[in-house]
């Protein structure tokens, strides 16, 4: 997200839209950092920005998020009806980590 400590890595990918989840998803804090998780809550929503990521700078964020083994990369739905790709926590760790009830990184 903008002003976040990674978003230097997006540099030069537009920002497409400010958005969320479709129900089924929760945000948990696991250390410092967020972690999209799914959530068996139907009124849970996960806020967040949309960007356009080309094929090169898809592999610099695989290596950041450590995809798969910490992060995999998934199809999401957007509430909207867009589908996009996004950062799942996959370690158990962070499926048992404190969830951010309002689904906004910058209300947590």
């Known amino acids: 997200m903008r002003g976040e400590s990674a978003h230097a890595l997006l540099q030069g990918a537009p920002l497409v839209c400010l958005g969320q989840t479709e ?3 929760a945000l948990v804090v696991f250390d410092a950092y967020p972690a999209l998780v799914r959530s068996a809550r139907q009124d ?3 806020h967040g920005e949309l960007y356009r990521v080309g094929d090169d700078l898809v ?3 695989d290596d950041y998020e450590d995809h798969p083994t910490l992060y995999r990369r ?3 739905r957007l509430a909207h009806g867009t589908v996009a790709q996004a950062y799942f926590g996959v370690a158990e760790e962070m499926l048992q980590a404190p969830r951010i009830p309002s689904g906004d990184w910058r209300q947590r």
């Open 23 to 25: 129900p089924g998803y």
């Open 44 to 46: 849970a929503r996960v």
């Open 59 to 61: 592999g610099v964020l």
């Open 74 to 76: 998934s199809a999401i």
